[in-house]
């Protein structure tokens, strides 16, 4: 199993290159787009926010305050931008990483909010080949909530939570563009954290995907078992808690299992096979031995994050 990424707090030492990014366009002004922006906003970005999205989301995303101007065509919404933030579902993050890579200026950092980044990442090495570190900033918030649409942003979603890149080969994440973005990350409160796209796929599908699924899978039996019965009332906290999630949208989850198909069934094969041995075990010492092993999780103390460092443009 790959070992936990440890947190990384900087800062930046020339404060007046957060005034260099004058405009950033996010493609998908739902859920984290449109937190992403009320959070710049509420930091006091003081460039242009331009949203892209079908225009009655677009729509919405200005009346709560989320951009400034949008527009329903991705050509259009990325002129002028110094970053380009895709925040759709993974597989058409690809997709538009394919579309929109090639008509970018040199000058423009172009990053994403997926939460998969083994295709990602081989997508944008396919499309900026050797360029790929200076023009792609592969990333991913571990913020989300069981709603979706920018009716339910949230300016402090990512107060406290993982900001996962997973750098190119070579790639200083900290230098230019990439790196007065990541300030901008730091600053709407996430903890930033780096490992390779393929660790962070193989991490993230034990503790971020299979939660779904097993919320999921919960939810649905619960529903097969009692049909339309109010169990959540019956079941108390621990029931709500555990299929609170099972209302995410299938939309984005297809393409997270998708694009880490294999990562996921690895860890539902593993657990299926610890389910098999409870149920073997009910009536046994086994059972009181699982039950120590897990409270172990909870018992494990925090790491302590690594000292701040200050970081100058272009260096590390």
């Known amino acids: 199993m790959v ?30 787009g449109g937190s992403l922006a ?30 400034d101007t949008g527009a329903t065509n991705p050509a259009d919404a990325i002129r002028g931008s110094g970053i380009v933030v895709l925040a759709t579902p993974v597989v058409t993050i690809i997709d538009l990483i394919e579309r929109l890579g090639p008509a970018l200026p040199s ?48 300016a402090d979603l990512f107060q406290g939570a993982a900001w996962f890149v997973a750098p190119f080969s070579g790639q ?4 230019g563009l990439s790196g007065e973005f990541l300030e901008w990350v730091e600053k709407i409160g996430a903890r930033i954290a780096h490992l390779p796209a393929q660790e962070h796929d193989q991490l993230c599908a034990w503790i971020s995907h299979l939660p779904q699924m097993i919320a999921t899978a919960l939810a649905a039996s619960l529903v097969d078992e009692f049909g339309p019965a109010p169990l959540l009332e019956a079941g108390g906290r621990a029931l709500r808690e555990m299929t609170r999630i099972s209302s995410s949208p299938y939309s984005m989850w297809r393409d997270i299992a998708i694009t880490n198909k294999k990562n996921i069934g690895d860890a539902l094969h593993k657990l299926e096979q610890r389910l098999a041995h409870i149920r073997e075990n009910l009536d046994s010492r086994e059972l009181a031995a699982e039950f120590e092993r897990a409270h172990q999780l909870r018992k494990e103390k925090t790491p302590k994050p690594i000292a701040p460092r200050r970081i100058e443009k272009g260096r590390t």
Not at 17 to 30: A, K, P
Not at 108 to 132: H, M
């Open 3 to 32: 070992a936990i990424a440890q947190f990384l707090n900087f800062t930046i030492t020339n404060h007046s290159i957060l005034l260099s990014i004058r405009q950033i366009t996010i493609i998908g002004t739902g859920l984290i």
């Open 38 to 67: 009320l959070a710049l906003k509420k930091r006091k970005y003081a460039g242009r926010i331009v949203g892209c999205d079908r225009a009655p989301v677009l729509e919405r995303a200005q009346e709560v305050g989320a951009i």
């Open 107 to 154: 000058k423009t950092l172009l990053t994403d909010v997926g939460s998969t980044k083994g295709e990602v990442a081989n997508r944008a090495q396919k499309v900026f080949g050797k360029a790929v570190a200076q023009r792609f900033l592969a990333g991913h918030p571990m913020a989300g909530k069981e709603q979706s649409g920018v009716e339910f942003a949230d």
């Open 172 to 175: 200083d994440v900290y230098s």
